[in-house]
């Protein structure tokens, strides 16, 4: 499924974020940038060891923001790793947090000229983001975030076939009121 934002092609893809061939990747990472489990472990385990070298020599990233390493053996220039919100109900900033996390990833794809951006569902494995609320999330801030940015794909990877209908709807919802 597909659809255009300005001169931006949105995408949406079933499978696994690590085999996708795009300039950045972009990983659901924890503010320690430790590596952990869900789509973090996934990116760590085929992309290297090189990649957590280099997530150690930076430290750390506050939620809703994000940092570049390289993507070590993954097929991507640039690794982008954000941190969304842990859902805590809502009203702790889960919304604006989890639209900066998308926007951080796509100005620093952006400064690193990437020109296709492949995202996971941030936030909703392990830190509970109820999933049609951040798919909607996802799509209305890169969406916005294109009136400035333009990049040739933005490519959102999903896993289940749950995420892929929620994701497809979301589209739809866009695509009629574009
Ligand atoms: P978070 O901690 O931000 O909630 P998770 O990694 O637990 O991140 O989950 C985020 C999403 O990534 C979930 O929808 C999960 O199904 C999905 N996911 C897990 N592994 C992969 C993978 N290899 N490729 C793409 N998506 C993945």
């Known amino acids: 499924m597909e659809t255009t934002v ?3 092609r949105l995408t949406l893809v079933q499978g696994d974020i690590t085999t996708q061939r ?3 990747i972009v990983n659901a990472a924890n503010k320690a940038l430790a590596g952990g489990g869900g789509v973090d472990g996934a990116i760590h385990r085929a992309g290297g060891p090189d990649i957590m ?11 809703g923001q994000a940092v570049r390493t390289t993507a070590g053996r993954l097929p991507a ?3 982008i ?5 842990v859902w805590s109900g809502g009203s702790r900033g ?8 998308y926007r ?7 400064r690193h000229g990437a020109r296709r951006v492949a995202f996971p569902s941030i936030s909703t494995g392990v830190y509970g983001y109820p999933k049609a609320l951040a798919a909607a999330a996802a799509l209305q801030t890169v969406c916005a975030a294109l009136q400035r940015l333009s990049f040739d794909e933005v490519r959102f990877v999903v896993f289940s076939d749950d995420d892929r209908e929620v994701y497809a709807q979301a589209m739809r ?3 009629e009121t574009a």
């Open 104 to 110: 951080s990833s796509l100005k620093l794809a952006a």
């Open 173 to 175: 919802s866009l695509s």
């Open 22 to 24: 795009v300039d950045a």
């Open 77 to 79: 220039q640039h690794l």
């Open 81 to 85: 790793h954000t941190v969304g919100p």
């Open 6 to 8: 300005g001169s931006t």
């Open 94 to 101: 889960e919304p604006e947090l989890l639209a900066s996390a």
């Open 53 to 63: 070298a280099e997530c150690r020599a930076i430290g750390g990233c506050p939620t």
